[in-house]
């Protein structure tokens, strides 16, 4: 079974602030793929980023970075100068390969981010 | 490029009766998955296409949802009859292939209330 736990229930800062949301996930298998989501407050789930198992070197894309650190199962996500428009509930997610061939997407159950002016 | 298509957006009514959810995948995409998303549970998976064939519906919650993928661009969700603990916002998202590697991508959901 998959497990993916986002320990943050809600994070408030102030603009300009650096912010980090944690993920740890659990999953028995060598390959699986992680990947972030974003839901601001209009309610529509955003593509953030996929990472796969085999690939450990962090990313950056503007203010937003994400480290990948497999020896303690974490896919951690860092806002760097918070703006007002970060606002939103962030997921953390986890897919993994079945027997069958197909997969699933174990969502966790997000972190509520407020970026106060 | 349009993204997954999702109608209605919002949805009130009453108890015991019949609510149709309807959703137009990426074109292009092979898979679609139906999700709910209430404070309590969060995110569900209730079912999931591939190909329009349902492969795993494990997460619907009882006989009264239902499921069809008529065509490739075309699904629903029917819940008949709905009640009061029915009322969340139901997503649908479509990926490109089957395989752990996909991304889903999401419509902007529907918010069912039922009263």
């Known amino acids: 079974a998959q497990k993916v736990t986002q320990a943050q229930t809600e994070i408030s800062v102030v603009e300009k602030e650096d912010v980090t949301l944690d993920c740890v996930y659990e999953?028995?298998?060598?390959?699986?793929?992680l990947f972030w989501y974003k839901q601001p407050p209009s309610g529509e789930l955003v593509f953030l980023i996929r990472?796969?198992?085999?690939?450990?070197q962090n990313e950056i894309s503007g203010r937003y970075s994400w480290n990948f650190q497999k020896s303690t199962s974490s896919f951690n996500f860092t806002i760097t100068a918070s703006q007002v428009v970060d606002s939103a509930v962030y997921f953390c997610a986890l897919s993994e390969a079945l027997n069958s061939g197909y997969s699933t997407l174990t969502f966790g159950k997000g972190t509520m981010l407020l970026v106060s002016p | 490029d349009a993204g997954v298509i999702q109608s209605p957006r919002h949805e009130v009514t009453e108890m015991g009766q019949e609510v149709t959810l309807r959703c137009k995948p990426i074109s292009g995409h092979n898979s679609l998955f139906w999700y709910r998303q209430t404070m309590m549970r969060g995110l569900e998976l209730l079912i999931y296409f591939n190909n329009n064939v349902p492969i795993d519906d494990s997460g619907m919650p009882e006989d009264r949802f239902s499921a069809k993928m008529p065509n490739a661009s075309f699904s629903t969700l029917k819940i008949q009859p709905s009640e009061p603990r029915d009322s969340a916002v139901y997503f649908c998202?479509?990926?490109?292939?089957?395989?752990?590697?996909?991304?889903?991508?999401f419509g902007p959901g529907t918010r069912l209330l039922v009263l």
């Open positions: 998202a479509s990926s490109l292939g089957a395989g752990s590697q996909e991304t889903q991508y």
């Open positions: 990472r796969n198992s085999f690939d450990e």
């Open positions: 999953t028995r298998d060598t390959t699986y793929y």
